[in-house]
């Protein structure tokens, strides 16, 4: 392994931020997050892997990454749990989860935590990073990157993050994630779990921006025959509107945004010129 410039906590000292990565058979994937955390991420950190390579190399190769620590899974018992694994062996005062298709970009991580050492915001429980999506329905907010469009996204009205960052300490006390969840789902339940027990909000970090490619395989494609069971796990639980059966939550989420100073004046003047977000209510999925 190449040395990298990003400092990596030792065995004896507790990270800043705890990246928790599941991985199942996609090796070079896995080697691209990887590389690219290791390019991006100047703040102290620790990279957590779980599941298995099914054969493909990905056990072998972790195991000459000293930066790395691994999580070997014998058998899949879904994402929920691989990330329950990973976020309970975390040791950093942050915790933020990836997919192994998936990177942050340069400055994310710090832009987030930056978010949480901010004074005028003792409110915020959980960090969105936008994340490119060609997706429209649900869509809470986009901005602009280098000419592509990052998003972050609402279930049903409430703001989730597909990708997010939180203290660890706030995680535990909400119990982890949900492992009634198989796949999907976990990341709205556990966003509602910050707003509605803990009282806190969500909100996302325009400079907080993660890749994300949405590598559809055959495991991925066999995971996605359980979507319709875990969405409507988590619409049970938490009896959340019908489909269209709520207002749009765009104009509402940006005046916070406005109001924190997190929209930035650009995006806050063209904002105010259009009279709304951009705007993008459920057309299909949850």
């Not at 990887?34 to 703040?43: C, E, K, T």
């Not at 999506?133 to 703001?159: A, M």
């Not at 990708?163 to 339940?189: M, V």
């Amino acid at each position: 392994m190449a040395a990298a410039q990003c400092r990596v906590e030792s065995a004896f000292e507790a990270p800043l931020v705890s990246m928790v990565i599941a991985t199942y058979g996609r090796r070079e994937r896995l080697q691209r997050c990887i590389a690219q955390v290791r390019r991006n991420v100047r703040l102290s950190h620790e990279m957590v892997v779980v599941g298995g390579g099914a054969g493909d190399g990905t056990e072998e190769w972790l195991a000459t990454q000293t930066d790395v620590r691994f999580i070997l899974e014998t058998r899949r018992e879904g994402a929920t749990k691989a990330y329950n694994k990973g976020f309970r062996a975390a040791r950093g005062r942050y915790v933020m989860w990836l997919n192994d298709d998936s990177y942050p970009l340069a400055g994310a991580v710090e832009a987030a935590v930056e978010m949480f050492q901010r004074p005028d915001l003792p409110d915020l429980g959980m960090v969105a990073f936008y994340h490119n999506e060609e997706r429209q329905w649900n869509k809470l907010d986009t901005c602009e990157h280098e000419g592509q469009s990052f998003g972050i996204y609402n279930v049903r009205g409430v703001p989730y993050a597909n990708f997010g960052l939180l203290r660890r300490e706030l995680l535990a006390r909400l119990g982890y994630l949900d492992e009634g969840y198989y796949f999907c789902a976990w990341d709205p339940d556990l966003a509602l779990k910050v707003q509605r027990e803990a009282g806190l909000k969500v909100l996302g970090c325009r400079q907080a921006l993660v890749y994300h490619e949405v590598l559809i395989d055959e495991r991925k494609a066999a995971d996605m025959m359980l979507i319709d069971a875990d969405n409507a796990r988590l619409f049970a639980k938490w009896s959340l509107p019908e489909k269209f059966g709520y207002a749009d939550p765009g104009p509402a989420y940006r005046r916070v945004l406005r109001e924190r100073g997190l929209l930035g004046v650009a995006a806050a003047a063209r904002d105010e010129a259009l009279g709304s977000c951009h705007r993008g209510h459920e057309g299909r999925g949850s």
